[in-house]
């Protein structure tokens, strides 16, 4: 993570969670929350010569469909929303560091 306060303004005005703590001066980690999801903006555990995992999400939250409100604030999707072959249908939408967000809901059974 760059910089914890620009992901925590992404987070809270663009997906609607709320900060709960800023630590460090300047801000070096966050934690932000909506309903449920907790989620940790943490610049300290950053090794600059580390290579990301082959990974696809950095982080998939796993809900009921928020893709009108994200729409409604400005974010633009990075992958619209689709029906996928392990049983949900989900999109994608990058923070402001570039990680792909997945968000995604089980495919009703029947």
């Given at each position: 993570m760059k910089d914890?306060?620009?992901?925590?303004?992404?987070?809270?005005?663009?997906?609607?969670?709320?900060?709960?703590?800023?630590?460090?001066?300047?801000p070096t980690f966050c934690i932000c929350s909506r309903d449920t999801v907790?989620?940790?903006l943490d610049k300290t555990r950053t090794n600059p010569r580390a290579t990301p995992l082959n990974q696809y999400w950095a982080l998939y939250i796993y809900v009921d469909a928020f893709a009108a409100e994200f729409t409604g604030r400005g974010v633009t999707f990075d992958?619209?929303?689709?029906?996928?072959?392990?049983?949900?249908?989900?999109?994608?939408?990058?923070d402001?560091?570039?990680?792909?967000?997945?968000?995604?809901?089980e495919l009703a059974k029947g």
């Amino acid at each position: 993570m760059k910089d914890v306060v620009a992901s925590e303004i992404f987070y809270r005005e663009k997906l609607g969670f709320r900060p709960d703590h800023f630590y460090g001066e300047p801000p070096t980690f966050c934690i932000c929350s909506r309903d449920t999801v907790t989620v940790f903006l943490d610049k300290t555990r950053t090794n600059p010569r580390a290579t990301p995992l082959n990974q696809y999400w950095a982080l998939y939250i796993y809900v009921d469909a928020f893709a009108a409100e994200f729409t409604g604030r400005g974010v633009t999707f990075d992958r619209e929303i689709e029906d996928q072959h392990y049983g949900c249908y989900d999109f994608d939408l990058r923070d402001p560091d570039g990680h792909l967000i997945g968000i995604g809901q089980e495919l009703a059974k029947g």
